[in-house]
């Protein structure tokens, strides 16, 4: 695809927010909500960037708020910087290796502005490189739902427990009622006391607060079976980061942006290997070969199977602290989706096997899920002859 070597045009890039290392993160909120990320400098040179995404998670699960003394630098995150040399192809392997929402931009020694990933997905589009696929190629399944009696806390356990920024709330017959997303949470948790006069009670507490009241409904939905270029147009047009899928109505899975880079970082020239590893930094880097071959023998394994043939199979690698790993994987397969896993550990050998053990545990209980619902399917048909 030799439009992939094209340089980055200049109008892809955008203005930007920018802010001191020392800046109160109170100070920053409103932008950061406004524009999605804002440049952090340090010394008036580049430091990283903060954007809503990081800031939602830690109000989402962390204090009521944020200390007006935090500064905003501490939630900084240093991302590659772009510049007129960045070929689209490398801007789209870029933004699926650092899960980025937006990436710097450099002219000279200066950062002007930044690239915003809705700019990556209309690359990938114009370039129709999801031509062939289906929703149901990259939707990310089995859904994580909670019912709509739940609490606010609840749903966010659920999304601590699995690693994920939004959950799926239906009603009591299994129908699809609303999203809850980190956003949504820390919206309801931050808002000032005077448009929230409980927050002065004592009683004011997430368990208190329920799943129905913060919800957003109606949700946006696509049919499994669509077009995966009308996935991405549906999220640009609406400009929002998620849809729910559906199948006969019913809630299937969700297909985000980051399935679409991820989609398209697949099918560049990168990526061939069929493994994607990415969040590397100088303590785990020397583990790239050893990430590689272990999920290479795992996709030959799944390939084993009757109809599981492995399109490709992403994992990010998280390192907190000195010795506290956090790995996931998301493996599309041809036929069925995507299976996403999840591992945690002080070790970063052994939480790969938890990794792997629960990659090849998933696929199989989605083989068995397919088989019994196609002997369902016979005798139904069956019965009716």
Same mark, same amino acid.
């Not at 100070?27 to 990081?54: A, C, N, P, Q």
């Not at 549906?234 to 998620?242: F, G, K, Q, T």
């Not at 989605?366 to 139904?380: D, G, P, T, V």
């Given at each position: 695809?030799?439009?992939?070597?094209?340089? @980055?045009?200049?109008?892809?890039?955008?203005?930007?927010?920018?802010?001191? !290392?020392?800046?109160?993160?109170?100070?920053?909120?409103?932008?950061?909500?406004?524009?999605?990320?804002? $440049? $952090?400098?340090?010394?008036?040179?580049?430091?990283?960037?903060?954007?809503?995404?990081?800031?939602?998670?830690?109000?989402? /699960?962390?204090?009521?708020?944020?200390?007006?003394? @935090?500064?905003?630098?501490?939630?900084?995150?240093?991302?590659?910087?772009? %510049?007129?040399?960045?070929?689209?192809?490398?801007? /789209?392997?870029?933004? =699926?290796?650092?899960?980025?929402?937006?990436?710097?931009?450099?002219?000279?020694?200066?950062?002007?502005? &930044?690239?915003?990933?809705?700019?990556? &997905?209309?690359?990938?589009?114009?370039?129709?490189?999801?031509?062939?696929? +289906?929703?149901?190629?990259?939707?990310?399944?089995?859904?994580?739902?909670?019912?709509?009696?739940?609490?606010?806390?609840?749903?966010?356990?659920?999304?601590?427990?699995?690693?994920?920024?939004?959950? &799926?709330?239906?009603?009591?017959?299994?129908?699809?009622? *609303?999203? /809850?997303?980190?956003?949504?949470?820390?919206?309801?948790?931050?808002?000032?006391?005077?448009?929230?006069?409980?927050?002065?009670?004592?009683?004011?507490?997430?368990?208190?607060?329920?799943?129905?009241? /913060?919800?957003?409904?109606?949700?946006?939905?696509?049919?499994?079976?669509?077009?995966?270029?009308?996935?991405?147009?549906?999220?640009?047009?609406?400009?929002?980061?998620?849809? $729910?899928?559906?199948?006969?109505?019913?809630?299937? *899975?969700?297909?985000?942006?980051?399935?679409?880079?991820?989609?398209?970082?697949?099918?560049?020239? +990168?990526?061939?290997?069929?493994?994607?590893?990415?969040?590397?930094?100088? !303590?785990?880097?020397?583990?790239?070969?050893?990430?590689?071959?272990?999920?290479?023998?795992?996709?030959?394994?799944?390939?084993?199977?009757? =109809?599981?043939?492995?399109?490709?199979?992403? $994992?990010?690698?998280?390192?907190?602290?000195?010795?506290?790993?956090?790995?996931?994987?998301?493996?599309?397969?041809?036929?069925? *989706?995507?299976?996403?896993? =999840?591992?945690?550990?002080?070790?970063?050998?052994?939480?790969? %096997?938890?990794?792997?053990?629960?990659?090849? +545990?998933?696929?199989?209980?989605?083989?068995?899920?397919? @088989?019994?619902?196609?002997?369902?399917?016979?005798?139904?048909?069956?019965?009716?002859?």
């Amino acid at each position: 695809m030799p439009a992939l070597f094209e340089a @980055l045009p200049k109008e892809f890039v955008s203005d930007a927010q920018f802010y001191e !290392y020392k800046t109160p993160v109170t100070e920053t909120m409103d932008k950061v909500r406004k524009l999605g990320v804002v $440049v $952090v400098l340090r010394d008036r040179e580049y430091f990283g960037l903060v954007d809503d995404r990081s800031l939602f998670r830690e109000q989402a /699960i962390g204090p009521l708020k944020f200390s007006k003394s @935090l500064p905003v630098g501490k939630f900084a995150r240093k991302l590659p910087v772009l %510049d007129s040399s960045t070929s689209l192809g490398m801007l /789209i392997n870029y933004f =699926h290796d650092f899960s980025a929402k937006a990436l710097p931009y450099q002219e000279g020694s200066r950062i002007t502005g &930044v690239v915003r990933r809705d700019v990556v &997905v209309s690359t990938i589009l114009s370039l129709h490189m999801l031509a062939k696929a +289906k929703v149901a190629d990259m939707m990310s399944s089995p859904i994580i739902s909670i019912p709509q009696d739940s609490s606010m806390a609840q749903a966010r356990n659920a999304m601590e427990k699995n690693k994920i920024a939004r959950v &799926v709330v239906l009603d009591a017959k299994g129908r699809l009622s *609303g999203v /809850i997303s980190q956003r949504d949470i820390a919206d309801r948790l931050t808002k000032p006391e005077e448009r929230l006069p409980e927050r002065k009670s004592y009683a004011f507490s997430p368990s208190n607060i329920s799943a129905a009241s /913060i919800m957003r409904a109606p949700v946006y939905t696509i049919d499994a079976d669509r077009r995966a270029e009308d996935a991405a147009k549906m999220l640009l047009e609406n400009r929002i980061s998620a849809l $729910v899928v559906t199948k006969n109505s019913v809630p299937v *899975g969700v297909v985000s942006i980051r399935d679409i880079i991820e989609s398209a970082a697949a099918a560049t020239a +990168k990526t061939q290997s069929r493994v994607m590893v990415s969040g590397l930094d100088e !303590y785990t880097g020397d583990y790239e070969q050893a990430i590689r071959d272990s999920m290479n023998r795992l996709v030959s394994k799944i390939d084993r199977f009757g =109809h599981n043939e492995v399109d490709y199979v992403s $994992v990010n690698v998280k390192r907190h602290r000195e010795r506290n790993y956090e790995l996931h994987a998301r493996l599309a397969l041809r036929k069925r *989706g995507v299976v996403f896993a =999840h591992a945690n550990g002080y070790n970063l050998e052994s939480t790969l %096997d938890a990794l792997l053990d629960s990659i090849y +545990k998933r696929v199989r209980t989605r083989k068995e899920s397919f @088989l019994s619902n196609r002997r369902l399917a016979e005798r139904h048909y069956e019965e009716r002859e």
